[in-house]
């Protein structure tokens, strides 16, 4: 692969043209960075970046540093790679990542998951911070994402075959891995570390949802309510990559508790969560 220029310029990308040679550049540019051939990717979402700051012999890059990244917005997100050793794993965590409602497309959104897996990683355990639909939940449950609902029906991958990608028509049946899920079972099981079970139901934002838009969701089988995830997932399945999801309730959705919601509880509630859910995080990396 050619190696990045910096004194090229950089164009950028739309859902409309995407751009190969985009991820190649950014490809290129972490691997000239990088001492470390990463294998397993972590999406840290809001409140759960504390994670990457176990890394060993951390490497870190600012989003906005990098060829064709964006510039993380949303609270709680440093906006930055760190790769290291974490359980003996060579491992690439992001501290944030991008949403549709910070103003990028989908594939925007997803864009590190496809430069990842032009590195050489194959494993993706994204996590996220999320409404509790059902009511089942708490505040502070760790849930294990099974499958998930987007009814906005965009996708990162409208374009790409036009543009000389791959295949656009993927199957996401299985687009969260069983063995791995079983994996996550087991090891909250061992680790004495409630794990909760449920779908994530995809929302855009920035706005919380209204207590209709959540009586309908819980409708249509949705347990957690979120505003990303799902378009990392989907490209994740287009370039083979086995995936795990983790959700921390951090808030229970609106019109179940008669209560205001606030970015700030997202926060809160995350580095309450922050013991357990590093424990469990580092069980999977060990055996994934």
Known sequence: MPRFNPTQPTAPISNDSPDPEAYRQSADFLESRL????????????????????????????FDKIPHFKTATAPGHKGRLVAGRLKGRNVLAMQGRFHVYEGHSPLESAFPIRVAS???VDKLLTTCACG???EKYKVGDITLINDYINFTHTSPLVGMSVAGFDSRFIDVSTAFDKKY?????SAAKNG??????????????PQFETPAEIRAIRAL???LVGMSLVHEVIMARRMNMRTLALGLVTNMAAGILDAPLTEEEVLVEGKKAAVRFSKLVKALIEKM
């Open 192 to 205: 004495n570390i409630p794990l909760q079970k449920g779908v994530y139901f995809y929302m855009p934002g």
């Open 132 to 134: 509790g639909v059902n």
């Open 181 to 185: 899920r079983e994996m996550a079972v």
């Open 35 to 62: 001492s470390v051939k990463p294998e397993i990717l972590i999406v840290l979402g809001s409140g759960l970046g504390s994670l990457a700051d176990e890394l060993e012999n951390k490497e870190t890059l600012e």
């Open 118 to 120: 032009l590195l050489g």
């Open 221 to 223: 089988g949705g347990d």
